[in-house]
């Protein structure tokens, strides 16, 4: 299972989805006086110490790619499967940035910035792309045996 080449593409994207669950993703900077705050997938930490959570449908999001990713880790044995779990991620993270987009334009605390972390989702997004294209290369040359026989 480890020695597959999707195997690890999807590995990465795991590892680097859990990061993005853990890392401020943007900030704000106020129009006035006050202090940046820091918008994480679950929260926005206010200066004041406290959170507002309305952004918690990020978080959601990003936590639903993960069992979706590990099943399409352990379904190695059915590739069509594996590759349409990898597609269901992609548009998983693409609906992540739509909604990351709506909240930056949407959440009125100032000037939005986007953080680094904000980038691993869309190298998730690669990284599934590329998975589900060795599952499909893998399940041609599987086809191909099976015609030779």
């Known amino acids: 299972m480890i020695q597959r080449k999707q195997t690890i593409f999807l590995l990465l994207a795991l590892i680097l989805t859990v990061v993005t669950l853990c890392l401020p993703i943007g900030g704000f900077t106020p129009q006035g006086m006050g202090a940046d705050m820091e918008m994480y997938n679950l929260w926005v930490a206010e200066p004041n110490g406290a959170h507002n959570f309305s952004v918690w449908a990020l978080f959601a999001i990003l936590l639903l790619t993960l069992p979706v990713n590990i099943a399409a880790i ?38 939005f910035h986007p953080a680094f972390a904000a980038v691993l989702p869309l190298v998730a997004i690669i990284l599934y792309i590329m998975a589900r294209k060795a599952i499909l290369a893998d399940e041609a040359l599987v086809r191909a045996a099976d015609r030779i026989r």
């Open 74 to 111: 352990f379904t190695y044995h059915n590739r069509k499967l594996q590759a349409r779990f990898c597609m269901f991620n992609v548009l998983l993270c693409l609906g992540w940035y739509v909604v990351y987009v709506v909240f930056g334009q949407v959440l009125d605390y100032g000037t």
